[in-house]
């Protein structure tokens, strides 16, 4: 019994190892020209000025992101972590252009966004910016956004476009969108 054991063990250590170093080894920079050309057929595309592969996380610097060719917004980093069950990425510094910025707010300090294989068809959205903290999910097997703003003191009026899509709570705001 301690021989299979020990079997087991050694093939789930090389197996990890395994996994880990082909991770290690994956044409980063190929997935990301993938996921641009995908996104391409939403009219959205995001362009960098330098793309670090850097093993385990990829960094990009100094990235555009267009819509229908218009410029939306513009981040000095962005960290990939494409790992094979948790996959990451934040967003460092997000400057929306004038057109967005009617919406939401202009400076966006991080957004990171996480999932991981436990979690199945949810990914977790965390955010911190000029208008206070985001907290939520989008549920990609029910189509659907649920945001948690936490807001700050004196900064309502700034942005009533915004406070009106969502609902006011005890905590702060929730806006749910399905799509």
């Known amino acids: 019994m301690i021989r299979?054991?020990?079997k087991l063990i050694y093939f789930l250590v090389c197996l990890a190892l395994f996994l880990e170093l082909s991770i290690y080894l994956f044409p980063k920079k190929e997935l990301l020209y993938y996921i641009n050309n995908k996104l391409h057929s939403y009219y959205i595309s995001f362009n960098s000025k330098k793309i670090e592969d850097k093993g385990f996380k990829i960094v990009l610097s100094d990235t555009s992101f267009e819509y229908d060719k218009l410029p939306i917004a513009s981040s000095k980093e962005i960290l990939f972590f494409p790992l094979?069950?948790?996959?990451?990425?934040?967003i460092k510094n997000l400057h929306l252009s004038d057109v967005a910025s009617d919406i939401l707010p202009k400076k966006i300090d991080f957004i990171t966004i996480y999932w991981s294989l436990l979690q199945g068809y949810r990914v977790k959205i965390y955010a911190k910016g000029d208008?206070?903290?985001?907290?939520?999910?989008?549920?990609?097997?029910h189509r659907r956004v649920v945001l948690f703003l936490k807001i700050l003191k004196g900064v309502e009026a700034k942005y009533p476009n915004l406070l009106r899509v969502m609902t006011k709570e005890a905590k702060g705001y929730k806006y749910v969108k399905n799509f």
């Open 4 to 6: 299979v054991f020990k």
């Open 84 to 90: 094979l069950f948790v996959n990451k990425a934040t």
């Open 131 to 141: 208008i206070g903290k985001v907290e939520g999910y989008v549920d990609l097997y």
